[in-house]
């Protein structure tokens, strides 16, 4: 976890962050059960995809179990990444950027439909 911190660090200026966050929508026939669950506001059915990338865009997780209809925020508060998290189960990379300063966690970055969360994660 320390390298792939430094590299994003290195590459973005971003202490501590360990990937960007979002979502996609893959376009699937209409499913023949529940079909007004898959209707996204794309106008089609979907899947929804979240995604988390490292600091080269490589994927690091991606789920694609989600209905269309599904918001951000709820895939997110239902993924593995965030179970993960919230149980200390990713290794972390705590750091310090001055000397009697508190040690500041790693994050993901996502945009304003990803909600705003700490999470203390194990120190290694």
């Given at each position: ?29 209409c499913?023949?059960g ?8 794309k ?10 990338c ?7 997780d ?38 009697g ?24």
């Open positions: 976890m320390t390298e792939k911190v430094g590299e994003f660090e290195a590459k973005f200026g971003l202490t501590q962050g360990v990937g960007c966050i979002d979502g996609t929508h893959i376009p699937i026939e499913p023949s529940n079909s007004q669950d898959f209707f996204c506001y106008q089609c059915y979907s899947l929804r995809v979240p995604a988390v490292d600091y080269k865009g490589s994927f690091i991606v789920e694609y179990s989600w209905p269309g209809s599904v918001h951000d925020a709820k895939v997110f508060g239902n993924s593995s990444i965030h179970a993960k998290l919230r149980s200390s189960k990713l290794p972390s990379a705590f750091q310090t950027r001055f000397e300063s508190d040690k500041i966690l790693n994050y993901l970055i996502g945009d304003p439909a990803y909600p705003l969360l700490s999470f203390c994660m194990k120190e290694y």
